[in-house]
């Protein structure tokens, strides 16, 4: 289309408001859309819960009253029902491989420490075959040991080991509990979220079957861990933005036909009060910083995305001024129940390492302060444990910063979103009739622990990352928006630091956002409530096949996930591309 002078010549003569208008025509053919306040502005601010057509229900012959105990005991039923799929999945012969698997080396041994000692030492190098022979009976050694993680992920593992004992079953319990419950706090977070329960068990089923979450879920390593306390820090926040909303919708004046009306005093002066839900938030952000530093981004990402959510609320609600209202009544007490909250939390996890002797004998670096430390003019404003180990946190920061020496299974973050180099835990090749290898297996056996994303979930999670990205831009859609703000909190980051070394599994932190992202596409391809019931079944249809695909390629991948002896043309098959051998 060409441009003409007097096309301009209007353009110029339009005020602001008109300009704004034509901007926004011109990006309805990608799909935008203004929000437009229509009828009662407590749907807007808290919409209900959709709920299954009644056309479904008298097609399956239930009454309405069985109908409606159906719905409500869906809220709860269907995610339980996902939780346990995943829970007897990942709780299945947890404690196989019998083995000392990948970081397990340092994971497991240093949590052992931790709830005895309360800081992590040197272990001799050969003392994993010891603990496997003696089913984790071992002396624990007294020599501190220098580690570069937080001590919070490590006593979650130990809690497992004190509960079960010192030997693979022991140290992976915390992280198949907590990747269980990870399941359902999503399929929870999910209705929420979209407002359909059906949805929100379909993330968590998404989950359920992902490869990537699964093999965590039964390793004790860290990101597992920090994967869910930043799930449920969104969570709280998720719950805190509902509440919130309420009370603003509470507060609005309503007209005679009983519905409520933007309202400019309402929206500009209500106070929300206490939200505890907040406090919750930051101190699972504590945690999750506590266990692994990237945790800091994803506060930083998570603070912004509740605060810009207070300002939607407000605008909704009929602010004239929102940024300004946040700013008087919401700001600070969204940042003192947060931030402080998790600095507190943080310094709180290190407390075993504080409280140890100051003689040498206790944490790596606990004595720094009284033994090096005392040369600056400004070491009587600071007790000696904050110094000491704020040297210790600077070190661990310069080692992060500095690491690049080369691994076999390093990968750039890049390559994450398609799975284009997993690592491999754990690999051995038993002969036909030995350690579970089939006797008829011909050449020899492969037995491995592929930390690889179900390829199919994570293929379709990049076209869904592409349409959740859409729809935020062009929709304004905030469910979009909170789905990126997931997945770009746990991502992003990494790219900042392509020439360190970097392992595909740190992105099983944004593997629930991902799931949920899949989710929001499958349920547009299902299409909405309002369209034909052909739509629906061919929708409904299409993406059902595509979920069971998903769920075909996980059982597909199963032997590689759980370190089950296959046939070495078995594996071959498996490595659909090169860089995953």
Known sequence: MTSTASSTDTRQEQSPLEQRQTWQHRLRRFGHRTSAVRGDVRDRLVPPYTEPSGRLWKTLG???????????????????????????????????????????????????????????????????????????????????????????GKYVIGLGELMFGFDPFGWRFMTALLGTLSVLMLCRIGRRLFRSTFLGCLAGALMAVDGLHFVMSRTALLD?????????????????????RAKLAAALPVDADGRARPDVDAAENTRIGFRPWRLAAGLMLGLAIGTKWNG???MAAFCVMSVLWDVGARRVAGAARPRVAVLKRDLGWAFLSTVPVAVFTYFASWTGWILSATDGSGGYYRDWATRDGRTSDWAWLFPD??????????????????????????????????????????????????????????????????????????????????????????????????????????????????????FYFYAIVFVPFLCLAVAMLLGAVVGPPRSSDTRRVAGATAAGVLTLLIAWN???????????????????????????V
Not at 224 to 244: H, N, P, S, Y
């Open 385 to 502: 444990w904050w110094r000491s180990l704020w040297h210790y946190e600077n070190q661990v920061y310069e080692f992060h910063v500095g690491l690049s020496s080369p691994h076999t299974y390093e990968s750039n973050p890049w390559s994450w979103i398609v799975a284009g180099r997993p690592v491999s835990y754990f690999y051995e090749s038993p002969a036909p009739g030995v350690d579970g290898c089939p006797v008829d297996a011909g050449e020899k056996c492969a037995q491995e622990v592929l930390a690889i994303g179900t390829p199919m979930l994570w293929w379709v999670g990049c076209l869904a990352l592409l349409y959740v990205l859409w729809r935020w831009a062009f929709r304004r859609d905030w469910r979009a928006g909170a789905i990126a703000c997931g997945i770009a909190a746990g991502y992003v980051p990494w790219f900042f630091y392509q020439e360190r070394t970097i």
């Open 62 to 152: 239930v009454p309405p009253e069985t109908a409606d105990r159906l719905v409500r005991w869906s809220a709860w039923g269907g995610p339980l029902l996902v939780t346990l799929v995943a829970g007897v999945l990942r709780f299945w012969n947890l404690g196989h491989p019998k083995a000392v698997i990948f970081d397990e080396t340092y994971y497991a041994k240093d949590a052992w420490a931790l709830v005895h000692r309360g800081f992590e030492v040197n272990w001799d190098k050969e003392v994993n075959r010891l603990i496997l022979d003696s089913g984790g009976n071992v002396p624990i050694p007294t020599d501190a040991a220098y580690v570069v993680h937080p001590p919070v």
């Open 296 to 298: 800091l981004y994803i």
């Open 554 to 580: 996980f059982i597909y991948f199963w032997p590689i996930y759980t370190g089950t002896p296959i046939p070495i043309d078995d594996w071959r098959s498996r490595m659909w591309l090169d860089t995953w």
């Open 224 to 244: 597992g861990v920090l994967m869910f306390f930043v799930l449920a820090a969104f969570g709280c926040l998720l719950i805190d933005r509902d509440k919130a």
